[in-house]
Nanobody, 125 residues
């Protein structure tokens, strides 16, 4: 059974940085496309970064230039480096992975098979 585990969340002040880590385990498979999403209670989950198995990285405008996604060579670990954090970045951050061939945009929740439980990021003014 595949497990996805995020870590690295916490409370910081505006302008500071955090680095989130995501590890996919429980399978001998290597080479996951991975994404990060975030969600505020009562709102829809928002995509914030994705990386495919070719290393192509994509971001929405809301985080472009501030957030950087990366992946290890085995493509089972992903990191999300978040710089210049703002109070509006406060959310629960979720890591996701797809076991299928990654042919889509990776912008949407339905493109992913596996999800972590989330790690909270809180940014104070």
């Amino acid at each position: 059974q595949v497990h996805v585990l995020e870590s690295g969340g916490g409370s910081v002040q505006s302008g500071e940085s955090l680095k989130l880590t995501c590890v996919v385990s429980g399978s001998s498979k290597r080479g996951y496309c991975m994404g990060w999403f975030r969600q505020i209670p009562g709102e829809k989950r928002e995509w914030v970064a994705a990386i495919d198995t070719d290393g192509r990285k994509t971001y929405p405008d809301s985080v472009k230039g501030r957030f950087t996604i990366s992946q290890d060579n085995a493509k089972i670990t992903s990191w999300l480096q978040m710089n210049s954090l703002k109070p509006e970045d406060t959310a629960m951050y979720y890591c996701s992975a797809t076991g299928a061939t990654c042919t889509g945009s990776l912008y949407y929740e339905w493109e992913y098979d596996y999800w972590g439980q989330g790690t909270q990021v809180t940014v104070s003014p």
